[in-house]
C-alpha cells in the first residue's frame, strides 16, 4: 500500500505532466508561395504567454539551418500588439532560391552577450529558448527573370542588360521603341559561379553559400540619343509567361544620367 503523502505527491506529478499547458505559441505565415522577389509575407502568431520586449522573431533560408544561423531578425515588440501575446508582421523577402521558414524566441537581458554584436553594433538574440517555428515558406516555381540591371558599356549607342534566372535556359532581351513593338532582340551571354570560387568562409562553406542562380548579361547597340527604348526580358517567346518591361533614355554628350 502506498502511503497517503506518497499518494498526494504522485497525483500532483501526474497532474503537472498531463495538464495541458495554458498557453501554446502558434505561428503562421500568409501566403506559403511567393511569385518573385520583394513580394511580402505576413507572419502572424499568438499564445506568447508573458511577453517580453526581448522576444524575437528569426528569419531562415535554407529551413534545415541551425538556430544560430538566422540571416535576419526582428523583435515581435515591433507589432503594436505585442502585449497581448499576439501579433503579427509583414516583410519582403528575396528569392535566395532556397526556401525559408520562421522560428520565435524567448531572449531574456541576463543572457545578452555584449560581444557578439550585428552589423548596426547591437547585441545578438540568443537562441536558447525556442518557442515556436513556422511551416516553410517557397517561391514558385520556373518564374524570372529577376534582379533586372541597366549600365553603360563605355560605348555611347550601347546599354548592358543583366538579370539572374533560375535554371540558366537560354533568353533574349527583347527592345523596341514602344512598349507594344518591342521587334528587336539580342541573345545573352550566361555566366555562373559556385562556393568553391568564393575566397574564404563563411561564403565557402555550406552555412554560408547561398545559390546565385544564373547571370545573365547581353548588350543592346546601336541606340539612338534622344529615343526612349522599351525592353523586355523574357524566355524565347515568353517562355515562362512573365514580362518584365523597362525604359530608359540613352544619355547625351553631357553624361546626364538616363531615365530607368
Given at each position: 500500500m502506498i502511503p497517503v503523502t506518497s499518494s498526494i505527491i504522485l497525483s500532483l506529478l501526474l497532474s503537472l505532466l498531463f495538464t495541458p499547458s495554458a498557453s501554446e505559441v502558434s505561428i503562421s505565415v500568409s501566403p506559403q508561395t511567393l511569385s518573385k522577389s520583394g513580394d511580402p509575407v505576413t507572419i502572424q502568431w499568438s499564445g506568447v504567454d508573458s511577453p517580453s520586449k526581448l522576444d524575437w522573431l528569426g528569419i531562415y533560408s535554407p529551413p534545415n539551418s541551425s538556430s544560430s544561423d538566422f540571416?535576419?531578425?526582428?523583435?515581435?515588440?515591433?507589432?503594436?500588439?505585442?502585449?497581448?501575446?499576439?501579433?503579427?508582421?509583414?516583410?519582403?523577402?528575396?528569392?535566395?532560391?532556397?526556401?525559408?521558414?520562421?522560428?520565435?524566441?524567448?531572449?531574456?537581458?541576463?543572457?545578452i552577450n555584449p560581444k557578439r554584436r550585428d552589423h548596426d553594433n547591437n547585441p545578438l538574440p540568443g537562441t536558447?529558448?525556442?518557442?515556436?517555428q513556422s511551416a516553410e515558406l517557397g517561391f514558385e516555381p520556373g518564374r524570372g527573370p529577376e534582379q533586372v540591371?541597366?549600365?553603360?558599356?563605355?560605348?555611347?549607342?550601347?546599354?548592358?542588360?543583366?538579370?539572374?534566372?533560375?535554371?540558366?535556359?537560354?533568353?533574349?532581351?527583347?527592345?523596341?521603341?514602344?512598349?507594344?513593338?518591342?521587334?528587336?532582340?539580342?541573345?545573352?551571354?550566361?555566366?555562373?559561379?559556385?562556393?568553391?570560387?568564393?575566397?574564404?568562409?563563411?561564403?565557402?562553406?555550406?552555412?554560408?553559400?547561398?545559390?546565385?542562380?544564373?547571370?545573365?548579361d547581353g548588350v543592346i547597340t546601336n541606340l539612338k540619343k534622344g529615343k526612349?527604348?522599351?525592353?523586355?526580358?523574357?524566355?524565347?517567346?515568353?517562355?515562362?509567361?512573365?514580362?518584365?518591361?523597362?525604359?530608359?533614355?540613352?544619355?547625351?554628350?553631357?553624361?546626364?544620367?538616363?531615365?530607368?
Open positions: 540571416i535576419g531578425y526582428l523583435f515581435l515588440s515591433t507589432s503594436p500588439t505585442w502585449q497581448s501575446g499576439s501579433g503579427s508582421t509583414t516583410i519582403p523577402l528575396v528569392n535566395l532560391r532556397s526556401n525559408y521558414h520562421f522560428r520565435i524566441f524567448r531572449w531574456t537581458e541576463s543572457e536558447k529558448h525556442l518557442l515556436a540591371h541597366l549600365a553603360f558599356t563605355g560605348r555611347e549607342d550601347e546599354m548592358r542588360v543583366m538579370f539572374v534566372s533560375q535554371d540558366g535556359k537560354e533568353m533574349l532581351v527583347k527592345y523596341g521603341l514602344r512598349a507594344d513593338a518591342m521587334d528587336q532582340s539580342v541573345g545573352t551571354r550566361v555566366g555562373r559561379y559556385e562556393r568553391e570560387d568564393m575566397c574564404d568562409a563563411p561564403a565557402n562553406q555550406s552555412v554560408g553559400w547561398r545559390d546565385p542562380g544564373y547571370i545573365h526612349s527604348i522599351w525592353i523586355d526580358d523574357s524566355i524565347e517567346i515568353l517562355f515562362i509567361g512573365l514580362t518584365i518591361a523597362r525604359q530608359f533614355g540613352l544619355v547625351n554628350s553631357s553624361h546626364e544620367n538616363p531615365t530607368c
